[in-house]
């Protein structure tokens, strides 16, 4: 591992080399190019989410700005003499406020992509369409498949999306079953479990001997089992995992398919609530994602917690500042922006809940309600908006007391405190939110793939139908907006905004109907207020002239398809600061070409060529995996 960040130290190291070299050319061009010709986009339709102007047939950019929204001859008028092409390849087409993700994890997708998925639910990816599989026997056929399937015997089979609750328990035998000289390492659906194999177990040199003496941890893996979990998984992950599967070509890998894959949805904006890595692992990120062959820009939001734990009280905000940095263009940390976190994960029923949970287990604080008020305060009164991980109705009441002291202590106007997730709540609570002026990003997935589940498990019909009350929010007047969390849901946002319409489950039934929304709201979800949150509203999020010029368009209108198609409407591609991307992805789910899929596997003069040019969730594994990397670099260095 020491070898293999440095190698990639050296890697990063080149590539900026090259980007000097570049950099002046670039600058020349942009200042003599004329750029006094606009274009008008003709559509079929506009959807602006600009309640003053709802919808359009045409709208004029000029640049990467948008300077004229309304008819053809509106567009023309309002040029005012300025020079224009008509663009009508958009004639049949919607075009939309380009699409935002508020909330979603680059470096755990881009850990994730290059293994198998074998999950309950469906996923289509650029170079694979998983079919989601529920039962045992099925489980374990597919894993059976996926080994055989294998050309190079010496490959690790590295599997994500097990879940017990679906799949049945599964043990290191049945994996010794599969392949008793492949290493198989199947990862829990919600991240904070592991199964290994018994070769996996040597391979890593795993022994009884080793993993005795370490407290809770030791109490949380079963080597006969080959099951890790909880304090047991972070064990795994520190000391032996990381090691071996963490290398930074992994990574490279695995953030061009991120790309691949976030770029076919019709995103221009995701942001990574969370983000703490090694300055060569954001380093990578920036390779990949801030170049021109990128059709949408990251936003990186600090992560208190892990700069809390390692710099304390006095050194927590001065080190905050310091991530904005090495700011990007495309790749850029928020200013005054940090995440921070409070219960534990939905998906592994780890959330706080006032009434408990029916089989007796106990939820998790991720942050103690004493560490969180501390982190809260500091940065509440250094001006920051604060995101915050929260998924259960007592982790929402510790929220909802912290938010109502520091308005107390020090009252602010527009601070936009988030409740991000909001699984269980009450409605009761929706009212105290909207009262202390707290917004709220929630996962609507989790109704999908969990409603039916949790209702029989866990929660009971009630909290179960009910989990995900965005209604109750609407009612409120709160600015609503949803995130996939991904890879807790796929980063499709229309998908998301079919979730939270319908609140269709799994099963096919609607999930209590009662907290459904309407499509336009939906929409403004996924577009304006998701914008808001980020405090990007002003820039983007909608189609008004002088926002910039990022548009997603549709082959198909939102507001008049049968909602419950809203999730298959395909993305022709996006406009993004003005430029257009179609999608690739488009019409080629699980059509990823050998070649491609090679390119993807490429080596350190691919990086050079093209580089110029968390039982907790999916946050708190975030936060672990990341640390450990973090940790092995620093070692390295
Ligand atoms: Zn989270
Ligand atoms: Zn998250």
């Not at 894959?261 to 703490?276: C, N, Q, R, W």
Request: net charge neutral; hydrophobic share 40%; with cysteine.
């Amino acid at each position: 591992m020491q070898r293999t960040f440095k190698v990639l130290l050296l890697f990063c190291f080149l590539t900026t080399q090259g980007f000097a070299q570049t950099f002046p050319l670039q600058s020349l061009e942009k200042i003599f190019a004329p750029q006094d010709k606009a274009v008008i986009y003709i559509a079929n339709k506009i959807i602006t989410m600009d309640d003053d102007k709802p919808t359009a047939t045409a709208v004029a950019v000029s640049g990467d700005r948008i300077v004229a929204v309304g008819t053809l001859e509106e567009v023309k008028n309002a040029l005012n003499g300025q020079g224009f092409n008509i663009d009508k390849r958009f004639t049949d087409k919607i075009i939309m406020p380009g699409l935002i993700d508020p909330h979603l994890h680059i470096f755990l997708l881009a850990f994730l992509a290059p293994t198998y998925f074998i999950t309950p639910d469906d996923w289509d990816l650029p170079w694979a369409q998983i079919k989601g599989i529920s039962g045992h026997d099925s489980y374990m056929k597919k894993l059976r498949e996926t080994e055989s399937l294998m050309k190079d015997k010496k490959e690790w089979l590295i599997t994500w999306g097990y879940h017990q609750y679906f799949h049945g328990k599964i043990s290191r035998k049945e994996l010794d079953e599969i392949s008793l000289t492949r290493p198989i390492i199947v990862w829990h659906r919600s991240f904070h479990e592991i199964y290994l194999n018994t070769a996996a177990i040597n391979a890593m040199k795993i022994t009884e001997e080793k993993i005795k003496g370490h407290g809770l941890a030791s109490e949380q893996i079963s080597l006969a089992e080959g099951h890790f979990w909880e304090a047991g998984f972070i064990y795994l992950s520190y000391n032996f995992l990381m090691h071996h599967i963490a290398s930074p070509l992994r990574f490279w890998r695995g953030l061009k398919m991120c790309k691949e894959y976030l770029s076919g949805g019709g995103l221009t904006t995701i942001a990574d609530p969370g983000i703490e890595l090694p300055n060569s692992a954001m380093l990578m990120i920036k390779l990949v994602f801030d170049n021109d062959q990128t059709p949408f820009r990251s936003l990186c939001i600090a992560s208190g917690q892990a700069i809390y734990d390692k710099y304390g009280v006095s050194k927590t905000l001065e080190e905050t500042e310091k991530r904005l940095k090495e700011n990007g263009h495309r790749v850029y940390f928020q200013p005054k922006q940090v995440k921070l976190y409070c219960d534990g994960a939905a998906f592994s029923q780890d959330m706080q809940l006032k009434d408990g949970y029916t089989d007796g287990h106990k939820g998790a604080w991720i942050q103690t309600p004493e560490e969180l008020e501390t982190c809260a305060r500091l940065y509440w009164n250094a001006g920051y908006q604060i995101r915050v991980h929260v998924n259960g109705d007592l982790g929402n009441d510790v929220l909802i007391g912290i938010l109502g002291k520091l308005m107390k202590e020090n009252p602010r106007k527009d601070h936009r405190f988030t409740f991000d997730h909001y699984c269980v709540s009450t409605p009761e609570q929706a009212k105290q939110i909207a009262k202390l002026g707290g917004l709220v990003s929630v996962n609507p997935y989790y109704v999908y793939v969990l409603s039916d589940l949790y209702s029989q498990f866990g929660l009971g019909p009630e909290r179960g139908q009910h989990m995900v009350r965005c209604n109750s929010l609407l009612k409120n007047n709160i600015p609503l907006s949803l995130h996939s969390d991904t890879t807790m849901a796929p980063a499709r946002p229309l998908y998301l905004a079919w979730c939270a319409v319908n609140r269709l489950t799994m099963s096919g039934k609607v999930a209590g109907p009662d907290e459904r929304i309407g499509v336009k709201d939906a929409l403004k979800a996924i577009t304006i207020n998701a914008a808001y949150v980020l405090q990007k509203e002003k820039e983007i999020g909608s189609i008004v002239p002088g926002k910039i010029a990022d548009f997603t368009i549709l082959e198909q209108d939102p507001l008049t398809v049968d909602p419950k198609q809203l999730k298959d409407i395909p993305v022709w591609g996006n406009i993004f600061e003005g430029k257009i991307y179609p999608n690739k992805f488009k019409g080629r789910v699980g059509m990823y070409s050998k070649r491609e899929m090679e390119k993807l596997e490429n080596d350190p003069a691919d990086i050079n060529a093209k580089g110029g040019n968390n039982h907790d969730d999916l946050c708190t594994v975030n936060q672990i995996l990341q640390k450990s990397v973090r940790d092995q670099a620093a070692t390295s260095q």
